[in-house]
T-cell receptor, first 113, second 110 residues
Framework: DTEVTQTPKHLVMGMTNKKSLKCEQH?????MYWYKQKAKKPPELMFV???????INESVPSRFSPECPNSSLLNLHLHALQPEDSALYLC????????????FGEGSRLTVL | GENVEQHPSTLSVQEGDSAVIKCTYS??????FPWYKQELGKRPQLIID?????GEKKDQRIAVTLNKTAKHFSLHITETQPEDSAVYFC?????????FGRGTSLIVHP
């Protein structure tokens, strides 16, 4: 299995809703990432987990809450989002002893109404 | 932190022409330089990468060159085809997290 799988592919939510994005990989990668991407812009790093521990939080608002239940799973919990949070949310993973190749999931397209 | 500049932001070519995209970086300790292609509505996909101990790498119509002294690297696409139309991102990795360039929108006209 060489895939990073993200669900859901599309999500529409109101500003008072609580939802979660999920990411799964079974490649034995020990670093997992959340990126936010706006149209035609580069991916913007949000969080990095290394060996299931949060190692980087790029000053992301607390309405985004990451969770890494085990080495294969990564969640992003969403609460009280704003319309400007509408974007493509990409999960990625990288192998523990590689040069740094990122394996991206297909992304979750989020629309906040 | 690392600073990555990518040029041009938009590149329009005729089918069959060559396309070149350039990136410069600031951290001389950076040692891994991937290029990603992102089609509309899809994920970024790694198309070619180069490590700091290599000057050039080719894969069919795609090549990447690296000049460590000048701290720049380039993506070369020959015999462009309409399906090459996409946004291309360079990235630079040093100690930990990759830093992305701002992207180049490549348009190949049939």
């Amino acid at each position: 299995d060489t895939e990073v799988t993200q669900t859901p592919k599309h999500l529409v939510m109101g500003m008072t809703n609580k939802k979660s994005l999920k990411c799964e990989q079974h490649m034995g990668h020990r670093a997992m990432y959340w990126y936010k991407q706006k149209a035609k812009k580069p991916p913007e790093l949000m969080f990095v987990y290394s060996y299931e521990k949060l190692s980087i939080n790029e000053s992301v608002p607390s309405r985004f809450s990451p969770e890494c239940p085990n080495s294969s799973l990564l969640n992003l919990h969403l609460h009280a989002l704003q319309p400007e949070d509408s974007a493509l949310y990409l999960c990625a993973s990288s192998p523990p002893r590689g040069a740094g190749e990122l394996f991206f999931g297909e992304g979750s397209r989020l629309t906040v109404l | 932190g690392e600073n990555v500049e990518q040029h041009p932001s938009t590149l329009s070519v005729q089918e069959g022409d060559s396309a070149v995209i350039k990136c410069t970086y600031s951290d001389s300790a950076s040692n891994y330089f991937p290029w990603y292609k992102q089609e509309l509505g899809k994920r970024p996909q790694l198309i070619i990468d180069i490590r700091s101990n290599v000057g050039e790498k080719k894969d069919q119509r795609i090549a990447v060159t690296l000049n460590k002294t000048a701290k720049h690297f380039s993506l070369h696409i020959t015999e462009t085809q309409p399906e090459d139309s996409a946004v291309y991102f360079c990235a630079v990795r040093g100690s930990y997290i990759p830093t992305f360039g701002r992207g180049t929108s490549l348009i190949v006209h049939p």
